[in-house]
């Protein structure tokens, strides 16, 4: 059964670098999705990705944050500066309509 | 408006339970309301999932309860067994906008 996919599965850094976290969602899949869960807390969203653009974020989603799809497979979260309250797994996720298919996860650190 | 209340936080039950999850929504534009099980380390996994049209949808030993008026819907599990050990959660969404996701069930089930 196709899947996402998602790397590295765990990234350390510390506070202030960038991070890019990499996504292949499933390859039919029109729609694509940064989802977060910090530890022991619910699955929060993020922002969705249509067409090649932004089509609803949230709150969360601010100046630090951008995606991007640089190519015809990848689906790219990047944060400018990392804070220590960017600690958590972060969830990409792609859909043709519903449902939406899930990946691993990459579990970012933040020192 | 966006909220999803999902209870109780966890929940333990004996192999051959039932184990009951509530979650109660306030947006009436809201009309996919999806069930997720997460095991540790890994992404959501769809369930089960259903529309505001039906009151009720079994998939295997997974049932989905839906009350519309009360704006509430329900995850009940038949026979459960240790392998259904995991975190659920409740979801939804409306018009194709973003999965707004509960707080999280863990459940334990007890040899």
């Known amino acids: 059964e196709p899947e996402v996919t998602q790397t590295p599965s765990h990234q350390v850094t510390q506070m202030g670098q960038e991070v890019i976290l990499r996504c292949v969602p499933i390859?039919?899949?029109?729609?694509f999705y940064w989802y977060r869960q910090i530890l022991g807390q619910k699955v929060e969203f993020l922002v969705s990705?249509?067409?090649?653009?932004?089509?609803?974020k949230s709150e969360i989603f601010d100046d630090q944050f951008s995606v991007e799809r640089p190519d015809g497979s990848n689906f790219t979260l990047k944060i400018r500066s990392t804070k220590l309250e960017d600690s958590a797994m972060y969830f990409c996720a792609s859909s043709v309509s519903s449902p939406l298919h899930f990946g691993n996860g990459t579990r970012l650190t933040v020192t | 408006q966006q909220q999803v209340k999902q209870s109780p936080q966890s929940l333990i039950v004996q192999k051959g339970g039932i184990p009951i999850i509530n979650c109660a929504y306030e947006n009436t534009a809201f009309d996919y309301f999806p069930w997720y099980q997460q095991f540790p380390g890994k992404g959501p996994a769809l369930l089960i999932a259903?529309?505001?049209?039906?009151s009720e949808k079994k998939e295997g030993r997974f049932t989905i309860s839906f009350n519309k008026s009360a704006k509430q819907f329900s995850l009940h599990i038949m026979d459960s067994q240790p392998g259904d050990s995991a975190t659920y959660f409740c979801?939804?969404?409306?018009?194709?906008?973003?999965?707004?996701f509960g707080e999280g069930t863990q459940l334990t089930v007890n040899p």
């Open positions: 390859s039919n899949h029109l729609y």
């Open positions: 990705f249509y067409n090649n653009e932004i089509s609803e």
């Open positions: 259903i529309r505001p049209d039906v």
């Open positions: 979801a939804a969404s409306g018009g194709g906008s973003r999965l707004t």
